[in-house]
């Protein structure tokens, strides 16, 4: 069983930085994508940044954060991090950290807040 803890919101002012961090436990010896998503009050749920484990320039960013996020993973400790820069009042959302496996199984954590306050 894949278990994902995400870590790291909160209450952040506009054009400040951010790091979420994701730490993952269970069989994930063999995954094919892992990042987050987030969902804006309201809204849907939406791509923030994914690492397809393998797969050349296998990294990829919403339209909404390009530029401003970096996405990394560190495979010894099982965690997967988001940097989020020049952080504005759009960015207040609940962030999710997903994993999809290689049998096409999708995981989510619980999710954290991050509330940009102008």
């Known amino acids: 069983q894949v278990q994902l803890v995400e870590s790291g919101g909160g209450l952040v002012q506009a054009g400040g930085s951010l790091r979420l961090s994701c730490l993952v436990s269970?069989?994930?010896?063999?995954?094919?994508?892992i990042g987050w998503y987030r969902q804006p009050p309201g809204k849907a749920r939406e791509l923030v940044a994914v690492?397809?484990?393998?797969?050349?320039?296998?990294?990829d960013y919403g339209a909404s954060v390009k530029g401003r996020a970096t996405i990394s993973r560190d495979t010894a400790k099982n965690t997967v991090d988001l940097q989020l820069n020049s952080l504005n009042p759009e960015d207040t959302s609940v962030y999710y950290c997903?994993?999809?496996?290689?049998?096409?199984?999708?995981?989510w954590g619980q999710g954290t807040q991050v509330t940009v306050s102008s």
């Open positions: 690492d397809r484990s393998g797969t050349a320039g296998s990294t």
């Open positions: 269970g069989r994930t010896s063999r995954l094919k994508a």
């Open positions: 997903y994993l999809l496996s290689s049998t096409a199984l999708i995981y």
